[in-house]
């Protein structure tokens, strides 16, 4: 994990983003990229006879506010001790990040951002993010305190492609934890490979992990896996994502859309 990029927009999850992101480059004498994006349509007004335009008095006053915004953090990073730099984009925020992601060898991003009645804000630019980058997500709460690279893994595994995608794309992490737990839940399993391999791929690294099968009982796989998660004291969940469509997930539901939206933990994701 030597290249961390970081989605350095200022917004609610911004401070557990970047106490995570320190976290990983210390450990690993990385460097950090915080990459900002300016949304087209915060610049780009319409008008009700179909013309778009930019007023320049509005550009000027947002370009300030994300000096403002990039000295407040530069400030902050100059005390840290570690190698950063600066990239901003104008664009999509998710198609900017893919774009970044292609030499990063993680992406940290937030999970979704509960209301007051329990409800998840659309957490699009994750879920977008982790199906189309190159990258593995690292999903932090929003009211995270940062990321222990040595504690507890839980790898959640059901033979899928996703799953085994995302075990590759953990195995620096993997080798850092005090213990690494392989979660198969009942029911879960998926034509595939079977989890024995995976703890012999892991073993030919390095790796010691203990298998567990997992009782699904009543619930979801997903609340399966949260509770799992819980017993074993995991300090993050490795976790393949979508391994069915999204549309389908929002539709039927799915295990990436119930541990994103109730995660309390770090997730490391990887389509």
Not at 58 to 76: K, V, W
Not at 115 to 121: K, T
Request: with cysteine; net charge negative.
């Amino acid at each position: 994990m030597k290249s961390v990029l970081l989605y350095a927009n200022d917004d609610a999850g911004l401070g557990a983003r970047l106490e995570a992101a320190l976290d990983v480059v210390r450990a690993f004498d990385g460097h950090l990229t915080c990459l900002t994006v300016t949304p087209y349509d915060a610049f780009i007004l319409g008008d009700p006879f179909g013309g778009i335009y930019a007023l320049p008095i509005a550009i000027e006053g947002l370009r300030e506010a994300e000096e403002e915004h990039r000295r407040r953090i530069e400030q902050r990073l100059a005390g840290e001790g570690v190698a950063w730099d600066w990239v901003h984009r104008d664009g999509q925020p998710a198609q900017m990040l893919v774009n970044e992601a292609r030499l990063a060898d993680l992406v940290i991003l937030s999970q979704p951002v509960r209301r007051g009645g329990g409800e998840a804000s659309p957490p699009a630019l994750t879920d977008a993010v982790s199906v189309n980058a190159f990258a593995p997500v690292l999903a932090v709460p929003s009211g995270g305190r940062g990321f222990d690279c040595s504690g507890a893994a839980l790898v959640a595994w059901n033979g899928s492609d996703e799953a085994a995608h995302a075990l590759r794309f953990a195995l620096p992490l993997l080798a850092r934890a005090s213990t690494v737990n392989l979660v198969v839940v009942d029911g879960d399993s998926e034509l595939g490979l079977p989890p024995l391999d995976a703890c012999r791929y892991l073993a030919r690294h390095g790796i010691k992990a203990e298998l567990h099968e997992w009782r699904r009982g009543q619930g979801t796989t997903g609340e399966a896996l949260l509770k799992a998660a819980r017993n074993l004291e995991a300090r993050y969940l490795v976790l393949g994502a979508y391994g069915r469509s999204r549309v389908m997930e929002a539709m039927l539901g799915g295990t990436t859309r119930h541990v994103l939206d109730h995660a309390e933990l770090p997730l490391i994701l990887a389509h």
